[in-house]
């Protein structure tokens, strides 16, 4: 017997936007990364350097690499986005984790290389310091947005254990009204159905709880309701 | 998105950003010779 064709339900995962949203997020932590090194060859040569056809006399030339920079920013810029774009419901704040990645990242160059500085440079250098602190002080701070963005899916969490029961059984009651009349009703079945369509009815319940898309609660509810007794 | 799922994701995700920060840093050693 062919059954009416169930939704899935709204938290089936999609597997193609998984695999694209993670792609982008390790593609994006792979240019933060870069921007990294990148910056820290750059402040070994003493914070800023030249390169390139130019009239004037260059004093420090570029060392490698350095032309990853700004190559990588607008990368990670796309690469971020897009995982913002393919993320699954409700993760796409993750994002904001790239910002707090990449400012405490350079941060932490500053304050290295602003406390202790490269060559024959002593003492702090103030300018790097105070560019460090502002960079860790704007990293840190959408790390505050994302614990509520953990709390909101927590309650939702909690939300769907509550209403779960209810949304199976409404799905149930869908199917059993959808479903065309069997043709004779075996003795002791509810509702007029046939032992068969119970039986597969039992089996797409069960597979579903074990797949964890149900809970034992609500998996005992739907059984309950698939057999026609009474439910909570 | 049931608890597994998401928890399942958000492994993903940590293994994925890690990953891609280990293939950074060996990217920028292959540039810079």
């Known amino acids: 017997m062919v059954h009416p064709r169930i939704p899935p339900p709204d938290g089936t995962p999609r597997y193609g936007r998984w695999i694209a949203s993670l792609v982008a997020a390790g593609v994006a932590a792979m240019c933060i990364t870069l921007v990294f090194l990148s910056m820290r060859s750059v402040m070994d040569v003493g914070g800023s350097c030249a390169s390139g056809n130019t009239p004037f006399e260059i004093a420090t030339p570029c060392p490698d690499g350095t032309w990853v920079m700004p190559v990588a920013i607008p990368l990670g810029v796309v690469a971020a986005g897009a995982f913002a774009v393919l993320a699954p419901a409700g993760l796409g704040g993750l994002v904001m984790l790239a910002w707090t990645g990449l400012f405490l990242s350079l941060g932490w160059n500053f304050l290295e290389y602003g406390v202790d500085p490269p060559g024959p440079q002593d003492g702090p250098v103030w300018g790097w310091v105070v560019c460090g602190v502002l960079f860790v002080a704007m990293g840190a701070g959408p790390l505050l947005a994302v614990v509520p963005l953990a709390r909101g899916a927590r309650d939702g969490i909690r939300l769907r254990r509550a209403g779960g029961a209810e949304a199976v059984a409404r799905r149930v009651a869908a199917v059993r009204a959808a479903a065309p009349p069997a043709p004779a009703a075996a003795p002791g079945a509810p509702d007029g159905e046939s032992p068969r369509d119970v039986v597969s009815r039992l089996e797409r319940l069960a597979a579903l709880h074990r797949r964890g898309d149900l809970t034992g609660a609500e998996y005992e509810d739907a059984k309950r309701l698939v057999l026609g007794e009474d439910a909570p | ?33």
Not at chain 2, 1 to 30: I, K, Q
Request: charged share 10%.
């Open chain 2, 1 to 33: 998105m049931t608890p597994r799922a998401l928890r399942l994701y958000l492994l993903l995700f940590a293994v994925a950003v890690l990953a891609g920060a280990v293939a950074g840093h060996r990217l920028y050693a292959v540039i810079v010779g």
